[in-house]
């Protein structure tokens, strides 16, 4: 089988690395080596593979110092062999010494000339000579190892993304059922109750044979008295949707009224800070950044049995960040897979991943709990 095809064959990370080392070590007539793959900001290496090594070194992560070989490699990117005690260019401080007869380090290359990393190749029992030509053979095969494993990432980042979503998906069907009971809930118990009592005082009225005017006008009043509560049931249902504030006033008054008017009820003492004043924001933002604090704010008073709620909302950096902070009860402590796991939460992180933006929740018993949440600004937005 070609390295072409030996390499292409497989779209998981950790077998086209660990094929191409062996097919380098095999090539070169080396005896052990190891691939090192450049993590974000090239800063720092992560070490993918290892041939005559520990093999606990996978998954390790070395700095890309500027006197480190791999680190020269990587940003002059152009291959280094070393020979016994041969001195390394005059640009390289190395600090340490390769105790090994030769070794070389390749850059793994991805057009246009960009390094993802670096090949490690160390000469145990002798020196293995190597001619110009001889490391640009080693180079080419670095760099078609380079892009078998740029392909092989991108294809194991889209498949994440794609499980992510899907989960996402899932959990944001599960939340607007959520939200659909919640509110058939509220306007069968609330609503529909009043209407119920008012379609009874009518028909009363209605069908009571010689029924006195005075009675028939306090059963009216009643009446009268029952339809203002739906109209007041109404727009409080409508308010939760989606209150007309927030169309009218913007996020900040929006839920400076909310606020002022739960933290009454709760019995909270209420801190409320917000740069945005009469700023103004894309609708869809001023909606997700309301249900956000909203839900957090729900939650502390469902559960934190907490006296002071603090909430935040500031514009840092081109992000609308969120933060709604406790002094409760706080929440026990759960195992990773059974986070952030309730409808509330669920909802809260859907709305801010879904626009681009990031989710957190920290909490410990009798400590509060902190909710944070940011969503991307549009360029105009500034902040």
Request: charged letters at 25%.
């Amino acid at each position: 089988m070609s390295l072409s095809a030996l390499l292409t064959s497989t779209r998981e990370v950790h077998t086209v690395v660990q094929r191409a080392l062996k097919a380098a070590l095999t090539l070169s007539d080396h005896d052990q080596g190891s691939i090192m793959l450049a993590m974000q900001g090239a800063r720092r290496l992560a070490v993918r593979a290892v041939a005559g090594q520990d093999p606990a070194l996978v998954g390790t992560v070395v700095p890309t110092l500027q006197y480190s070989i791999a680190g020269w490699v990587l940003r002059n990117r152009r291959a280094l062999y070393l020979e016994g005690h041969a001195k390394p260019p005059s640009d390289l401080e190395v600090r340490y010494t390769k105790d090994v007869p030769s070794s070389i380090c390749l850059p793994l290359l991805i057009p246009p000339g960009k390094a993802i990393g670096v090949l490690n190749l160390n000469a145990l029992r002798h020196p293995v000579p190597l001619s110009p030509g001889d490391i640009e053979v080693l180079q080419a095969v670095a760099n078609h190892a380079a892009i078998a494993i740029d392909n092989a990432q991108l294809y194991d980042s889209l498949r994440t993304k794609e499980e992510q979503l899907q989960r996402l998906a899932t959990d944001l069907v599960q939340a607007q059922e959520e939200e659909r009971r919640r509110v058939a809930y509220e306007i069968h118990d609330g609503l529909a109750q009043v209407l119920v009592g008012t379609y009874q005082r009518l028909q009363a009225c209605t069908e009571t044979p010689g029924l006195q005017p005075s009675t028939a006008k306090q059963g009216l009043r009643q009446v009268e008295k029952q339809l203002k509560e739906c109209i007041e049931e109404v727009r409080r249902v409508i308010a939760d949707l989606r209150p007309t504030t927030l169309d009218d006033f913007g996020l900040d008054l929006a839920l400076r009224r909310h606020l002022a008017v739960t933290a009454q009820e709760a019995g909270w003492d209420l801190e409320f800070r917000s740069d945005l004043q009469e700023t103004r924001l894309p609708a869809h933002l001023e909606a997700a950044a309301f249900r956000i604090v909203l839900e957090a704010v729900n939650n502390a008073r469902k559960h934190a049995r907490s006296r002071r709620l603090s909430v935040s909302i500031k514009c840092r950096r081109g992000r609308l960040c969120l933060e709604v902070q406790d002094w409760g009860i706080g929440v026990p402590p759960q195992p990773p897979a059974e986070r952030h796991t309730g409808v509330g939460l669920i909802s809260m992180e859907e709305r801010a991943t879904a626009l681009g933006g990031g989710f957190a929740l920290k909490s410990s018993p009798r400590r509060g709990t902190r909710v944070v949440a940011w969503l991307p600004l549009p360029e105009e937005s500034g902040g």
